[in-house]
């Protein structure tokens, strides 16, 4: 039997056939391409979160009173060293009566240093005038010694040549010596005067300087005075831009107790999360993928410089949706943020590790 050529079809049944058959193979493949893309780059839940780190400060009274005013509002824009808030340390009437008990005790203290300085000068006089009698008891006594002396050196003589008795001798020897001990003695108490006066008066040149101990007392009262006088200014410690205000005017804070929250206007680092169970531990210089989730959506490479060595309760920017909030826990890690990536601080950020 003869070979039989084929049937030819028709170039509308061919197209027909491949729209049926071949086509939707094509646009499923398409289609599923185009959300695996779609979900991997903007929609898949991360493995790994961060919040860029909140850089803030809190201007704090570190004394009682009321606040008298406050010169900034919330997100207003302050610099380091600005006067945020006044502070009456108490109320006028407080006020009046620490005053009053100030200036009384500053009062005491000088009457008290000026009776310690009269009684210092007083001692000094008395000192000094016992120092001058007895340089005058000393002169007399060496009087007496050289006539002593004198009357023993004739007594010797007549003694020798037979003509004194033995004890008139031995007497006069005996007085000529006490005589010599009387000036002796006299000598060494009056160089000790000497040197008491000597120190005393250094004593009373000395004790109006500063390192008296009645002066350092009385200028810290005067220190203490001036600082209850007047108002406590309370100043930004960081530029930035005011994110809370706790208190206003007129209110009454205690010590210790933020008054305004400052925050940063930018951030140099991420805080990230790896969630249970921990499929990978983050090591210090492990190199990280940091992506916005913004549009268009923007990445940078950071490093990871510190490393958790616990597992923290994540917050609710960073929890999963639907998870109990005291099960969802974290190893918390720090990465670096380039500055080429802008963005805000505590906006929510996806990580993943680069190796």
Known sequence: ???LSPIPIPAHQQWREFRIRRIPVIFFSLALFAVIFVWRGHIAGPYLVGEVEVV????????PGLLSEVYVDRLEKVSKGQAIAKILPTDPDVLKANLVSLEV???????RMALDQTRNEFDYEKLRLDWLNKKVELATAEVNFQFEENEFQRVTKLWEEKIESQSVYEMTKAVRDARAKEVSEKTYIIAELKKRVDELQKWNSDQSTSDDPWVQAIAAQEAKLLMVE?????????DGFVSDVLYRAGDRVMSGQPIVSISALQSARVLGFVRQPLTVVPKIGDQVSIRT?????????????????????LSAPVALRGYDLSQERGLPFLVSLPAELSVFPGEIVDLSFKN
Do not use: C, F, N, Y
């Not at 803030?56 to 004394?63: A, L, N, R, W």
């Not at 007047?230 to 960081?238: E, F, V």
């Open 230 to 238: 007047g108002p406590i200014t309370l100043h930004a410690s960081i």
């Open 105 to 111: 005790d500053l009062k005491m203290l000088r009457a």
């Open 1 to 3: 039997m003869k070979d």
């Open 293 to 313: 989730r913004g549009m268009p959506r923007r990445s940078a490479v950071g490093t990871v410089t510190q490393v958790g060595s616990e597992l923290r309760q």
């Open 56 to 63: 803030s400060s809190h201007v704090i009274s570190t004394q």
